[in-house]
């Protein structure tokens, strides 16, 4: 929730009294920014420590946030005390963009995290007086929806080898810096984003692992040796 978050804000240490620290981003840096710059909206940022909640499931959505550093889950608890995780938010990923009035899902930092955050009354008005702020944010959504399309697809269709290999693919075009990817989420994040048990994921990944697709350098940095084999179990 934002008013734990305030317990944690960024702040200029050289000011005469700290206070959340507020940008104008610049306007190529990134979407997220082109529509704040553009619109003459200030952000504001905020540190989260690790398994902090940033805000709860049917919490108002006030604000819209972006990664700054960092990363965040987002999910919902069902009924039978089983967690399913929405997605992974990574730097310079958007977040809390809501159709309703309500936040459908929960968002936690997975490790220490800064976001960046705008009220969403604000985007929206802005959005009503400027058709390139509503075009923008029509694309942020619509990815957001495609993403929502690709992860029910993998949860109903694709085995449990399938969706690793799936996993992989896209940390790998995320995160993958000089062919290794550093991995914020643990196994149990990773099996509860693709609705398998955390044994599921771990005897995957010592498949592949065993069959030369994929190296690891410490316990969440993977290698990829063989793309194309994921990407025919990803087909």
């Known amino acids: 929730m934002l008013n734990q978050s305030i317990a944690h804000p960024v702040v200029n240490t050289n000011a005469p009294h700290a206070v959340p620290s507020a940008v104008v981003p610049s306007p190529a840096a990134n979407p997220f920014a082109e529509i704040t710059g553009h619109a003459g909206l200030i952000a504001s940022e905020f540190s989260y420590k690790k398994d902090e909640e940033i805000y709860g499931e049917d919490e108002p959505a006030e604000y819209v946030y972006q990664v700054i550093s960092g990363a965040v889950r987002s999910y919902k608890l069902l009924s039978d005390g089983r967690r399913q995780i929405g997605a992974f938010h990574l730097p310079g990923d958007v977040f809390g963009l809501e159709f309703g009035s309500m936040h459908r899902l929960a968002a936690e930092a997975i ?125």
Request: net charge positive; aromatic share 4%.
């Open 111 to 235: 490790i220490d995290t800064t976001v960046r955050l705008v009220k969403r009354r604000s985007l929206e008005q802005a959005a009503g007086v400027d058709v390139a702020v509503a075009r923008k944010l029509w694309t942020m959504t619509a990815g957001d929806l495609r993403h929502a399309e690709d992860h029910m697809l993998l949860l109903g269709r694709k085995t449990a080898m399938e969706r690793v290999a799936t996993f992989l693919l896209e940390m790998d075009r995320r995160l993958a810096v000089a062919g290794m990817m550093a991995l914020p989420m643990c196994r149990r994040d990773i099996g509860d984003y693709l609705g398998l048990t955390l044994e599921t994921v771990s005897r995957a990944l010592s498949q592949l692992h065993s069959q030369g697709v994929l190296g690891f350098s410490g316990a969440r940095q993977i290698v990829l040796r063989n793309r194309q084999r994921l990407r025919s179990m990803d087909a």
